[in-house]
């Protein structure tokens, strides 16, 4: 696959098929999206695969959690604390696009939560990735590890699967600390859903939209 379509073609997949995905093609995928660059080469990412039992045994944990109100404060803050424009409307835009294609009324708060309880089983992804890094480096491990997580995608769509990066994992960081028995300097940054499209599923049909380029773009 051609980088340009790996790129343009990598979307949030938010409903996956339960087809198994093979270990060596998950390695195939880490160890090439391994070449992410890194300030000074630190590589200060970690990955935790969970499949199977473990996975399932996560995945009650998780929902059971949610359903009865508990989670954690995060250990980092991926949104603003106060919303602005023009990231207010975009995000917006984002959740009520993905409810529409749902057929989701944006009054719905039963059926909106219902669809927010999914991102705790993968969305049915048969592989679960999550991504750590050391807590006592600093930002800009932060933005090698993004590089990283954006090499892992295009790098499963290099091998015809999809992805959904969720950081809904943050709030519940404590757990799956527990459950995974990570080690204290491991911070949770995301998860990452890895499996095949459901194409028949319509959340799977709903795209984001992109500002234009003139739209953040100076040329000096």
């Keep these: 696959m051609h980088v340009d379509t790996a790129i343009t073609s990598r979307k949030s997949v938010r409903r996956f098929l339960d087809t198994p995905i093979d270990r060596a093609t998950i390695t195939h995928i880490l160890r090439v999206a391994n070449r992410a660059p890194s300030g000074s080469n630190i590589q200060p990412w970690k990955v935790h695969v969970v499949t199977g039992a473990v996975k399932d045994q996560l995945c009650q944990r998780l929902l059971n959690a949610v359903d009865n109100g508990q989670s954690d404060a995060p250990e980092y803050h991926y949104y603003p604390q106060n919303w602005f424009e023009p990231y207010l409307e975009r995000r917006r835009r984002c959740g009520f696009g ?116 003139e739209g953040f773009v100076t040329f000096h």
């Design 98 to 213: 993905l409810y529409e294609t749902l057929g989701i009324g944006r009054e719905d708060k039963a059926k909106r939560a219902a669809q927010a309880r999914r991102n705790f089983h993968f969305f049915d992804a048969p592989v679960a990735l999550l991504i750590t890094m050391d807590r006592r480096l600093e930002t800009g491990s932060f933005m090698d590890c993004g590089m990283f997580i954006q090499s892992v995608m295009l790098a499963a769509r290099g091998q015809g699967l999809h992805t959904c990066p969720q950081a809904a994992f943050a709030w519940h960081h404590a757990l799956i600390r527990d459950e995974l028995q990570l080690d204290d300097t491991e911070l949770l940054l995301c998860g990452i859903s890895l499996g095949y499209e459901d194409t028949q599923a319509p959340e799977n049909a709903f795209i984001t939209e992109r500002e234009d380029i």
